[in-house]
């Protein structure tokens, strides 16, 4: 691990930050795959629930 | 005969050779090369990039988008490549030219770069790659990347220029790899315009790839970080990248799902998300000094504007200008006026402010206005790689209009920026090629006179004769006329 001086224009205030040298968007695509992983997820709740609501709403047998 | 895509053909491929290369717009897709030439654009396509396309193309979703004209008008060219007589000198290395095909797009003029757009404009750009990302899904394609460097704005309208960025999508990938671009280059200077009031050309300019959420957390301070915008697309990011710093490469492998129903679930999910972030980035138009210029009563007085807009209609039918640029356009009144009379407007000024305004405006009632934050005496730069890769106002517009508007301008140019009346004059002669439609405003007059600040003496030889004296070294006086005691209006005719 390196650290590398990182000018910014945008921070006018904070003329020069260092960071730690990280992968770039790294952060966006982890959290990217921890949504996807809960979609996923989502998806399958989904599909419970409308079988709950199916079976409820059948008509019962005599 | 090869199909052409789109309501308004493009023209006829038979004239293509012999046209000189004016620059090449992109040389990074290794599935082709844009050329731009003095009126045509031309797109130089690998046979594996032309197939993808012409599978696109030939979507449903593709046939919709080019109707509404979001997407651009494309048609496979007869012309081969090397009847182009290009050179390597010319555009760098090209394509297999055996195997490569020639596209011609509709030409989009004049270009502009997302560091010339009101956040309105981005959010506009944003929201059309959200539709075009998403629609085609269900004909298994999508987005392959997300910069705004691929949308143009044809007068107020978005359009989607880079069509080789569609492509086959696989089914069972539920990853959209340019969720982190679009991040970075649309919702995160949104949010640093909208919370921290920074210009969109401050963030935009320096960075080609957009911001980082650690450049953003390092702005907002800690607190802020918990505003839920900022949670999703600043701290939370932020502090996963942190976490993984010793990254082993795991998170950029494939993953694949068995089930395509789920896989489609959740990329619509995802899109819905960046949806309703990006909704929430929605500008507010705040104001600014000069977004209230018009309407002030202490500017103007209605006889004065009354005149000024009649001389204005007048000049605007006797040059029957169908290119028109206005200079320091404020709120858009003569650029509106303008695209009235049927011309195609392109309307600058420094003011993100008035210039979300103008675009809000032009967009709602369909007026040819490109509004664009662009100070003529400081225009943008060429940009990117060697310079050349987003070439510079003034090189995009450089003899482009056949009338340009310079109204209630001059003395800001003069006394502000401190740009001597000669060089100003010639820099108008350098954009038009006809017409220059110009208000001179005198000395004395109240707004000269708050701009000069004690130091009148500068001015002092700044005279009506001397304006017309430098102004016949360039054009010829069509025609002037006396608005106020202090400012006259000039038409003026290049030499």
């Known amino acids: 691990m390196f650290v590398e001086p990182h000018s910014t224009v945008l921070l006018s205030h904070a003329s020069i930050a260092f960071l730690l040298y990280t992968d770039p968007g790294s952060g966006i695509l982890v959290w ?15 599909k419970v629930k409308d079988l709950i609501v199916r079976r409820r709403h059948r008509p019962r047998a005599e | 005969m090869n199909p052409s895509y789109g309501t308004r053909p493009v023209p006829a491929s038979d004239s293509l050779t012999g046209q000189s290369i004016k620059a090449t717009a992109t040389f990074r897709d290794p599935a082709g090369r844009v050329l731009l030439l003095k009126d045509r654009v031309l797109r130089l396509v690998t046979s594996q990039g032309a197939q993808e396309l012409r599978r696109f193309l030939d979507t449903n979703t593709a046939r919709e988008l080019l109707a509404r004209g979001q997407i651009v008008q494309t048609k496979f060219s007869d012309t081969e490549i090397h009847e182009l007589g290009l050179s390597v000198s010319e555009v760098g290395p090209l394509p297999n030219s055996s195997a490569a095909l020639v596209v011609e797009h509709q030409r989009i003029a004049p270009r502009s770069f997302p560091y010339e757009w009101s956040p309105r404009m981005l959010h506009a750009a944003g929201s059309l790659m959200l539709d075009l990302a998403e629609r085609p899904l269900e004909e298994n394609f999508s987005l392959k990347d997300a910069t705004p460097y691929n949308v143009l704005f044809n007068g107020p309208q978005p359009i ?22 679009f991040v970075r280059t649309i919702l995160l200077p949104l949010l640093m315009n909208k919370y921290l009031g920074l210009r969109l050309d401050q963030l935009l300019l320096a960075h080609r790839e957009g911001i980082e959420p650690a450049e953003v957390a390092q702005a907002c301070g800690l607190l802020r970080q918990f505003h839920p915008l900022f949670l999703s697309l600043v701290f939370f990011p932020h502090w996963l990248g942190k976490k993984r710093s010793n990254n082993n490469g795991s998170i950029y492998q494939q993953r694949k799902l068995s089930n395509p129903e789920q896989v489609r679930f959740i990329l619509q999910r995802q899109f819905r998300q960046l949806r309703r972030q990006l909704d929430k980035l929605q500008p507010s138009g705040r104001d600014s000094e000069w977004s209230g210029y018009m309407t002030a009563d202490r500017h103007f007085s209605e006889d004065y504007l009354q005149a000024k807009q009649s001389f204005v209609a007048e000049a605007l039918e006797s040059t029957a200008a169908r290119k028109v640029l206005d200079v320091g356009c404020n709120t858009g009144h003569f650029s509106r006026l303008a695209a009235e009379h049927g011309a195609s407007v392109v309307a600058i000024d420094q003011d993100p402010a008035v210039i979300d305004l ?16 662009v100070n003529l005496a400081r225009p943008t730069p060429a940009v990117g790689w060697r310079n050349q890769e987003c070439p510079s106002f003034l090189d995009r517009t450089r003899g482009e209009f056949d009338l340009v508007l310079m109204l209630a301008v001059l003395h800001h140019l003069l006394v502000s920026e401190q740009v001597p009346l000669p060089a100003i004059l010639e820099l108008a002669a350098e954009l038009t090629s006809k017409f220059l439609l110009i208000e001179f405003v005198l000395p004395a007059d109240p707004m000269f006179h708050s701009l000069v600040r004690g130091r009148e003496e500068l001015y002092c030889e700044l005279t009506r004769e001397s304006f017309e004296h430098f102004a016949n070294e360039f054009f010829t006086i069509t025609r002037a006329h006396c608005l106020t005691d202090t400012r006259w209006i000039y038409l003026l005719r290049k030499l």
């Open chain 1, 32 to 46: 990217q795959l921890l949504l996807a992983a809960f979609f996923g997820a989502m998806f399958y709740l989904r």
């Open chain 2, 358 to 373: 103008v675009w809000k405006q032009a967009a709602a009632n369909r007026l040819d206005i490109l509004p664009l934050v």
């Open chain 2, 160 to 181: 989607f220029v880079d069509l080789l960025s569609f492509e086959s999508r696989d089914p069972h990938d539920p990853t959209w790899l340019p969720f982190n671009q």
